[in-house]
């Protein structure tokens, strides 16, 4: 079975300061993927970044990073100088392929992490 | 190009009748899974599409949800004698295999 686990429901930051979203996950799988989605006021979920489970490289774009540690299962997403805009729903997802074959690879998501960004 | 499109954006209906939820998908996009939020949660996965197959239904909830994709493009998610319970926000992603899933905006299903 997978799991993502957001431990945190709700964070409120104020303007420029970082901020780290944290996902912690299971599976049994050697191959997964790990993603994070963002899902603004308007409903429509946003991609924003996808790990293979073999690249335990962190990443950086632009005030976006993600540090993956296999060692603790855990994907977390750190938001540099926050703006206003940021305010979202963070989603933490997890997929890995079918083993009954063709390409399937439906996500697993956390319950989310409300950001709020405020001026 | 276009994006995921999803119709109606919000459907409001009564215990017990018959809907209907449409998703265009990216054009050339094979893959194409419908997912379901409830209020204060993430999507939950509920039916996969290769081509025109339903490779993958388990997250069908019963036997009232049925999902129908004839000609590997546009599918239709269809639910029977709705609940109350089913009401939620339905969002259907497609994708080129391994890529990112690219997302509608969501059909919201509201059941009186």
């Known amino acids: 079975a997978q799991k993502v686990t957001q431990a945190q429901t709700e964070i409120s930051v104020v303007e420029k300061e970082d901020v780290t979203l944290d996902c912690v996950y299971e599976?049994?799988?050697?191959?997964?993927?790990l993603f994070w989605y963002k899902q603004p006021p308007s409903g429509e979920l946003v991609f924003l970044i996808r790990?293979?489970?073999?690249?335990?490289q962190n990443e950086i774009s632009g005030r976006y990073s993600w540090n993956f540690q296999k060692s603790t299962s855990s994907f977390n997403f750190t938001i540099t100088a926050s703006q206003v805009v940021d305010s979202a729903v963070y989603f933490c997802?997890?997929?890995?392929?079918?083993?009954?074959?063709?390409?399937?690879?439906?996500?697993?998501f956390g319950k989310g992490t409300l950001l709020t960004v405020n001026p | 190009g276009a994006g995921v499109s999803q119709t109606p954006s919000n459907k409001v209906t009564e215990k017990g009748k018959y809907v209907e939820l449409r998703c265009d998908p990216i054009?050339?996009?094979?893959?194409l899974y419908w997912y379901r939020q409830s209020l204060g949660q993430g999507p939950e996965f509920l039916i996969y599409?290769?081509?025109?197959?339903?490779?993958?239904d388990s997250g069908l909830p019963n036997d009232r949800f049925f999902a129908v994709r004839p000609e590997g493009s546009v599918s239709t998610l269809k639910i029977q004698r709705t609940e109350r319970g089913d009401s939620a926000v339905y969002l259907c992603?497609?994708?080129?295999?391994?890529?990112?899933?690219?997302f509608g905006p969501g059909t919201r299903l509201t059941v009186l």
């Open positions: 599976t049994r799988d050697t191959t997964y993927y």
């Open positions: 790990r293979n489970s073999f690249d335990e």
């Open positions: 599409f290769q081509g025109t197959g339903a490779a993958d």
């Open positions: 054009s050339g996009h094979t893959a």
């Open positions: 992603a497609s994708s080129l295999t391994v890529g990112e899933q690219f």
């Open positions: 997802a997890l997929s890995h392929r079918f083993h009954s074959g063709g390409s399937n690879y439906k996500l697993t």
